[in-house]
């Protein structure tokens, strides 16, 4: 399959994969181990990766001599929170400067807060970060996300967490079609076939958390969400068959039929 490139790394896999909400940190290896990923998200507020030596840590169960660490600031609802969360996450992990910005408009939809989101892109770009950005379904603002410099656009499906699958298709088109830098569906993919659909649709990636997390079974799952994403990105550079309506062409030839 053709490669992922965000800023100028490839990488095999187009599943990108958090690493909260799994019930100890051997299931969360077993569940990306199964995924493919080779890029996982770490919330910097909520998982140990050293800031307290005594607790067990992620980079333990994931080690990034395998994996891409891409830290985010879940749980930040302001710029200035998102960007001294970022800059620590810098410090933890030896100048590494790839990370995932969102900013929260409040804890109950957890829409992002596009003014906040642009004002700590804008910081972070200037300040040496790679910024892979979430933010709303909106093309203009996914444009002028990609104008600041950000190196991946993460356009919601649904809100996260609540697993609803891809909601506008529409708008996430006009995305794709505008810019240039990867667009990678983030947040609301509930099961395999949403996560076709965002690939077949064009996007470069899907990232995912509770999808896999809060399976019954988060192993098997990360499993399907490899498959349907690696079928939904074929199906994409295949292209599908035009849609008809009332124009019914038979699947075989009719020429040469007994009685023809």
């Not at 996300?145 to 699958?165: N, R, W």
């Not at 990105?233 to 699947?251: D, H």
Request: net charge negative.
């Amino acid at each position: 399959m053709d490669q992922l490139v965000i800023a100028g790394k490839a990488y095999s896999s187009r599943l990108l994969v958090g690493t909260g909400k799994y019930k100890d940190f051997e299931q969360t290896r077993q569940a990306i181990e199964a995924s493919g990923a080779e890029i996982v998200t770490v919330a910097i507020r909520r998982t140990n990766i050293g800031q307290d030596p005594n607790q067990p840590s992620l980079l333990d169960a994931l080690p990034p001599s395998r994996f891409t660490y891409l830290p985010n600031t879940a749980g930040c609802y302001s710029a200035d929170d998102a960007i001294r969360t970022l800059r620590l996450a810098r410090e933890l992990l030896d100048g590494h400067d790839l990370v995932k910005l969102e900013v929260l408009g409040d804890p109950q939809s957890l829409y992002p807060n596009v003014t906040e989101t642009i004002k700590a892109a804008e910081v972070l770009v200037k300040d040496g970060f790679k910024v892979m950005v979430y933010t709303s379904d909106d093309p203009i603002i996914a444009k002028q996300l990609e104008d600041i410099g950000c190196v991946a656009v993460m356009p919601l499906a649904s809100l996260i967490g609540s697993g609803m699958g891809i909601l506008n298709p529409w708008n996430l088109q006009i995305i794709i079609d505008r810019i240039k830098v990867p667009v990678v569906v983030d947040a609301g993919v509930g099961t395999a076939s949403d996560a076709a659909i965002a690939m077949e649709l064009g996007c470069a990636a899907v990232l995912m958390n509770t999808a896999i997390a809060g399976a019954q079974d988060p192993v098997l799952m990360a499993r399907a969400m490899r498959k349907a994403v690696e079928a939904g990105r074929e199906a994409f550079l295949a292209g599908r068959m035009p849609k008809k309506m009332y124009q019914a062409s038979p699947s075989s030839p009719t020429s040469g039929l007994i009685g023809s």
